[in-house]
């Protein structure tokens, strides 16, 4: 009998701990252990490395990524998850660190052993600013398993010439592969969000097309600020000359922000780099 066999029913857990969803923390917790097994498996083989979990809460995911044979290190901010967590860790000896911590405070390509991984059911209100911050060094990490709010992962995976792309999409896809995996629907989570969630695989990139994070980030900025403007009008935020660098690096001055592709725009932030107008 393996520990998953030893461990009694979640809802079981939530009750005895007297664990509610706690609104500010954005938890929505998952208690079908199918669905939990899915996105653990989604993530590939867990066997080798940390895999880093965010936000676990009362363990659902956790216990599905032990169960594939993980060396979990869970992040989690909310002591009242402590001794739920600390039930898993018993069950599987060596197997489960918890760092108890804000997930924002925490540096996680410093966690664990390579290669590093992080699969999680994130906080809506903080899961793009953790996708953002993850990615300043996404070549610490082998992959990132997450769920987001679904209007979330579109942007994070939409192409080109589409409603949802912009800044995120074009720093996200700069850096990784993106993938949209599978949805998920609200009746699936306690309490129930008013939204769709959506499970989404980032993989970094060997070798990303070369261009400075800060000048692509005020490129994007300037452009999708005014993305109903030319390019000649809303790149005056990074140069009065707006004809000259997109004649330097053959893009069309008349063509509007989501029309660019991702090598369009790193060859304007290294035009604006380099100091060509």
């Keep these: 009998m393996n520990a998953a066999d030893t461990l009694p029913p979640l809802r079981e857990v939530i009750a005895r701990h007297r664990l509610t969803a706690n609104k500010s923390l954005g938890q929505h917790f998952i208690l ?19 895999t880093i979990e965010i936000g676990p809460g009362p363990g659902g995911l956790t216990r599905a990524l032990l169960a594939e044979g993980a060396q979990v290190i869970a992040v989690e901010k909310d002591e009242r998850c402590r001794g739920i967590l600390a039930e898993l860790a018993a069950a599987y000896p060596g ?22 991984r992080i699969v999680a059911n994130l906080p809506y209100n903080i899961g793009t600013e953790l996708l953002i911050r993850w990615l300043q060094n996404a070549a610490a990490f082998e992959s990132f398993t997450l769920m987001f709010q679904t209007e979330v992962a579109a942007r994070i995976t939409a192409p080109a010439d589409t409603r949802a792309y912009g800044r995120l999409s074009i720093l996200a896809q700069w850096l990784c592969e ?54 000649r009008q809303s790149l005056r935020a990074v140069t009065a000359d707006t004809e000259g660098l997109c004649r330097t690096t053959g893009v069309d001055p008349t063509a509007r922000a989501e029309t660019l592709s991702i090598e369009q725009f790193c060859a304007l932030a290294n035009a604006v780099d380099c100091g060509q107008r």
């Excluded at 079908?32 to 940390?50: E, P």
């Excluded at 060997?206 to 994007?220: D, Q």
């Design 32 to 50: 079908d252990l199918n669905l939990t097994a899915r996105i653990a498996r989604s993530a590939g083989d867990l066997t080798r490395g940390t």
């Design 95 to 116: 197997h489960l660190e918890i760092i108890e911590a804000d997930a924002l405070a925490v540096d996680a390509a410093a966690l664990g052993d390579s290669p590093r």
């Design 178 to 231: 993106t993938e949209t995996l599978f949805h998920i629907n609200p009746r699936a989570f306690t309490p129930a969000p008013q939204v769709q969630s959506t499970v989404v695989r980032l993989t970094p990139r060997t070798n990303p097309i070369a261009a400075r994070r800060a000048a692509l980030e005020r490129v994007t900025a300037a452009a999708f600020g005014q993305r109903r403007k030319m390019l």
